[in-house]
Each structure stands twice: as structure tokens, then as C-alpha cells.
């Protein structure tokens, strides 16, 4: 378990309780600081490089860039290099990944963004996963995770990932302290 007491970088802590610490950082700037020995896991959801502009919604509001959101941030593979992870991303990052052990499918039971007119609507997201030589199961999960997306209007990231989606990717692995460098909304914290 992290020593809380021993935190790298307390001059950027942002938020600290109950197990849980939130930067305000550029995680390269943190991950770096971390012993290496305090991290169980990593389940994160990084821009995944194709410079996202959301569409319009019903409320005709639309939701800004996302920053960063240039290209997959392949990096993370060399700052956490011995870590279990799983990382969201698209079919097409698949080319420039390092292969994953699991390709998991996140079944989001309706269809979302993309070219209305030239492709199919996507109604699925992909979670690469490395389990690395530290990773243990409770029990074998499986590949295909069926849980609705939120929807358009409720969102307050435009690639927000459902509680219960994280919840379900972090039940059956061992280990208690779990990083997402790229925090979002939350997500993984409240999972």
C-alpha cells in the first residue's frame, strides 16, 4: 500500500484522502517521483491522437478540445515500463501500440462519435491490456464488457467512461493502489 505520508511532489498535491491522491500536473512531471514498488496497477484513458472536436448536442452546446489530444501518448509505456495496465484507446492505435496480451471490447450499447456519412456508427471502445510478470487475477474476466455509455447530454468529458465500466475492469485484478495518469473526470478515482 502507497505511504501517504512519503508522497512525491506535495507541492503539487492537489486533493489527498481516504487512499487517494490527485496531482495537478502534467503526470510526466509526477510518474517520475513515484517509488517504484507503490503502484499495483495502471487503468487509464489517454487522448488517443486524433485531435477530437465533439459535435453538437441537443442543447447545442459543444464541448472543447481535448488538450494534449495530438497524439497517443506512447510514453507512458517507458515511465511505467513493469506495470500491469490497461489503456483505452482505438482500433486504429492499435498500429502504433506495443501488442497487448487481451484486446478487451467495451460494448457501449449504442452507437457515437464519427463521420455520419462514410462510416459505420461505432458502439465500441478498446481497452488494451498488459498484464506485466506482477499480475494476478482473482478470477479470468472476460474479453467483451457489455455497459451503456453516458449519454450526450449528461457528459462531462466528451470521452467519459462510465463508473461501473471501471469498476468492472478493476474487480478481478489483485493489488490495492491503482494510477490513471490521465485523470479526466474521475472515473477511475470514484471506481
Not at 449528461?154 to 465500466?165: A, F, I, M, R
Request: overall charge negative; hydrophobic content about 40%.
Amino acid at each position: 500500500m502507497l505511504d501517504f505520508n512519503n508522497l512525491p511532489a506535495r507541492d503539487k498535491l492537489y486533493y489527498l484522502e481516504d487512499g487517494i491522491a490527485i496531482y495537478c500536473a502534467d503526470c510526466r512531471d509526477i510518474l517520475p517521483l513515484f517509488p517504484d514498488k507503490s503502484i499495483d496497477l495502471v487503468l487509464t484513458d489517454p487522448p488517443y491522437g486524433i485531435d477530437y472536436q465533439s459535435t453538437w448536442r441537443t442543447d447545442r452546446q459543444r464541448k472543447d478540445k481535448i488538450q494534449g489530444d495530438i497524439e497517443f501518448p506512447l510514453w507512458i509505456f517507458d515511465y511505467l515500463p513493469d506495470k500491469a495496465m490497461f489503456i483505452f484507446c482505438r482500433w486504429d492505435n492499435l498500429y502504433e501500440l506495443p501488442k497487448p496480451k487481451s484486446f478487451i471490447v467495451w460494448d457501449k450499447q449504442r452507437h457515437s462519435m464519427g463521420n455520419l456519412a462514410h462510416e459505420y456508427g461505432r458502439q465500441w471502445e478498446a481497452i488494451a491490456f498488459y498484464p506485466q510478470l506482477n499480475h494476478q487475477f482473482l478470477k479470468r474476466p472476460k474479453d467483451i464488457i457489455s455497459i451503456p455509455c453516458i449519454p450526450a447530454c449528461d457528459l462531462l468529458h466528451p470521452n467519459e467512461k462510465p463508473v461501473t465500466l471501471i469498476k468492472t475492469l478493476l474487480i478481478d485484478n489483485v493489488g490495492e493502489d491503482v494510477l490513471d495518469p490521465f485523470m479526466g473526470v474521475g472515473s477511475t478515482l470514484l471506481a
